[in-house]
């Protein structure tokens, strides 16, 4: 631990001892655990954020007859897990919603989903539930069945109140569930007045996948490849995240080579991302032709994946204890190629992004995210970097290959469209040199280390910088060597509510390029 962080760990400690609230400490692998007692729970995280310390992911878990609440935080690249237990009878917990924005939707999906109440929380209503159950039924619980007892047709939720703006010439717009595109299901209710949004309020988890409950009782293999399809466009960060979890609890290290290539995995991904995403910013304000081009370099990397790992997104290239696919020595001299063309043509087409005066008066100063607004928020990736969050779990909590690699962390602090914009631009470079350098020094070796099978009640976290950002997942194994509980997190959950901040005082026309401009996923965030 570095000199910085020990000194702020020790004045959090002694903060929290002044206040008369009583840690017990332990380990998992390098990250600490802290049991906090229930009635301290928001009282620890105001200490928490008085101290700097970032709101990262919250989850439940049952062990009969209790429930373990979670949440991990964040200060300095050093990650910290609070732990507090209630009983059956008596399943209610401070809110830390108040202190962080952050932990709101994630306490109200447990609440939905586990019936865990949260106290004093600053919005009860329900999240996750779109009348696909009863009120009184908690779906992740232990004595609820994985099929349910769906009805031939779902009640509509009709009743979901949304918040009101009043006033002379204010009216509202509902856009969605159903998009005009091909875009998942998500619901946004405006407030304007003339074109100017006074307020947006979003209504997601229409797809509403069952992956937590999908994940009880299955193989690591198995929930490698649930944990592969949370996203589909992050498949390679999902799959690392979890697998990275699993090692971790079955305490095993995979080979040199295998995380070399999870890390061009990784890179590949951002890249074809981002490549999708600045087309389809532009065109979002009529910008056709930057679209087209961003496009067929986004179908040619494409192709390029498919020819070197057999699958053009990358999916089940990752398993647990190691890779499923390895490069030969022609596959990292034309992968090497192919970077210089990717190279060349953004240098001839990127000038006319620059140049581009139409272009440049929709996307400067639209989606103003501001640094303090951002930071309240925890956001992540692109969305956090663009408005002066300096944090990346490769360069933060390294690991391997990342921690044998130059690189720089791209950050911007003008937190418009624009500046998301070239964050994204940027980071394909970056990519492109992370890889560069892993293809030099990418070792010899195995692809695969045997796996041993988790003792009873073994946990892990998995912790991965993914295109949009930081991805944490957590396992915990039976005795069987199957999973008891999976909770990935995708960065969407975190950055999803900063969009109800980005679009205030934009004109009606400018969401969609505000909305694409975060791209959050609608099926990363609806487990």
Request: one cysteine or more; hydrophobic letters at 40%.
């Amino acid at each position: 631990m570095s000199q910085s962080n020990s000194n702020w760990k020790d004045d959090f400690t002694n903060q929290l001892q002044a206040n008369v609230i009583a840690i017990n400490p332990s380990w998992l692998a390098d990250m600490p655990i802290w049991q906090i007692a229930a009635q301290d729970w928001r009282s620890f995280a105001e200490l928490a954020q008085k101290q700097g310390l970032r709101w990262v992911s919250g989850w439940v878990e049952q062990q009969s007859p209790d429930y373990i609440v979670n949440t991990i935080f964040e200060k300095k690249g050093l990650y910290l897990l609070a732990r507090t237990q209630v009983g059956e009878d008596n399943a209610h917990v401070p809110s830390q919603a108040p202190v962080y924005p952050a932990a709101n939707r994630s306490e109200r999906h447990s609440q939905d989903m586990f019936g865990i109440d949260f106290s004093e929380h600053p919005d009860n209503r329900p999240w996750v539930r779109h009348k696909a159950w009863k009120k009184n039924q908690y779906p992740l619980r232990d004595d609820f069945p994985l099929t349910g007892s769906p009805e031939q047709i779902t009640t509509a939720d009709t009743d979901y109140q949304f918040v009101k703006a009043r006033g002379a010439g204010v009216y509202e717009i509902p856009v969605g569930p159903v998009h005009a595109g091909i875009i998942e299901p998500g619901h946004f209710r405006f407030q304007a007045v003339g074109e100017t949004i006074l307020n947006l309020e979003e209504r997601l988890g229409y797809v509403h996948k069952g992956i937590e409950k999908l994940a009880v009782n299955q193989t690591p293999e198995q929930c490698a490849r649930l944990a592969a399809r949370v996203s589909g466009d992050s498949t390679v960060a999902h799959g690392w995240a979890a697998c990275r979890a699993m090692e971790q609890a079955a305490e095993i290290s995979i080979p040199e080579r295998a995380a070399f290539t999870r890390g061009i995995l990784l890179e590949r991904e951002r890249i074809a991302n981002h490549l999708g995403d600045i087309g389809a910013i532009c065109n979002d304000v009529g910008f056709a032709f930057a679209q087209m081009q961003f496009s067929r370099l986004r179908e040619l990397w494409l192709r390029g994946n498919a020819q070197y790992f057999q699958h053009r997104l990358l999916m089940d290239c990752i398993v647990p204890g190691g890779v499923s696919r390895d490069l030969s020595t022609e596959d990292c001299q034309a992968m090497l190629l192919e970077f210089q063309g990717l190279q060349k043509e953004l240098d001839e087409i990127l000038p006319a992004i620059d140049l581009n005066s139409s272009l440049e008066d929709r996307l400067f100063t639209a989606g103003f995210l501001s640094e303090q607004t951002a930071a309240a928020f925890g956001t992540l990736g692109y969305v956090g970097r663009a408005s002066g969050q300096n944090r990346d779990v490769r360069r933060d909590w390294p690991h391997s290959p990342y921690d044998q690699l130059t690189f720089k962390v791209i950050v911007e602090n003008q937190g418009d469209v624009a500046s998301r914009v070239w964050v994204r631009v940027k980071e394909i470079f970056v990519a492109i040199k992370l890889l560069q350098q892993m293809l030099e020094k990418l070792p010899d070796g195995e692809l695969i280390t045997h796996w041993q099978t988790p003792d009873a009640n073994s946990e892990g976290i998995g912790i991965i910088e993914g295109w949009r950002g930081e991805i944490v997942s957590y396992v915990r194994f039976n005795n069987n060597n199957q999973i008891t509980r999976f909770y990935p997190r995708d960065p969407s959950v975190i950055n999803w509510p900063a969009l109800e901040k980005i679009v205030l005082n934009n004109i009606v026309p400018d969401f969609p390029v505000c909305n694409k401009s975060l791209n959050g996923s609608y099926s990363g965030h609806d487990l």
